[in-house]
């Protein structure tokens, strides 16, 4: 009976942090991108000064068209966060013995 319980235990594990990798992508691309970035047709028109960290993030060439789109360290940055809360939680939730 025990080994049951330690599957349901890894299962749910694993479909929290799945969560929390969908709900950090969510965050990510439907409100932090837009508030950061704002309009996109400013960073090809206008000469708008970007941060080093903003560089990081987001990627701006001709092959966006001059518009800024999330770098591959974006996508890390998210992932490792959304399994970072969703591990967090899994271990308040599920782990911690009470």
Do not use: C
């Not at 992508?25 to 996109?40: K, P, Q, V």
């Not at 068209?65 to 998210?78: A, D, I, L």
């Amino acid at each position: 009976m025990k080994s049951n319980s330690i599957w349901i235990k890894i299962l749910g594990s694993a479909f929290i942090t799945i969560a929390g990798i969908l709900v950090a992508f969510f965050l990510n691309f439907s409100i932090i991108n837009s508030a950061i970035i704002g309009n996109e047709e400013d960073y090809d028109t206008t000469s708008v000064k970007t941060s080093k960290i903003f560089d990081l993030f987001y990627t701006i060439s001709s092959d966006t068209g001059y518009h800024p789109e999330p770098s591959y360290f974006n996508f890390v940055f998210t992932v490792l966060t959304g399994v970072f809360v969703g591990g967090l939680i899994s271990y308040k939730l599920i782990w911690r013995q009470k």
